[in-house]
């Protein structure tokens, strides 16, 4: 089982490899500072803003419900 963090961390990275993107790519594109970026995939953010999370999948040309749309946030994959 993932916490939602682990799970916002898992997700990016995944979305950044199928984009063949970098994280400074996604900060220039999302809005979301590069060094918030890094936290968010280091996991060293506890408690991450619904709204950082609009702003990332902004960055990736999606809507959130979109990137949210994952078995990554499947309520039975995370331990909430």
Do not use: C, W
């Amino acid at each position: 089982m993932n916490n939602v963090n682990h799970a916002l961390a898992m997700r990016i990275k995944e979305l950044l490899e199928k984009n063949n993107m970098t994280r400074y790519k996604l900060a220039m594109e999302s809005g979301v500072s590069h060094s918030t970026l890094k936290n968010i995939i280091h996991e060293t953010v506890t408690d991450n803003l619904l709204s950082t999370t609009i702003l990332i999948a902004s960055g990736f040309g999606m809507t959130v419900s979109k990137f949210l749309d994952s078995p990554l946030f499947d309520e039975q994959n995370l331990n909430i």
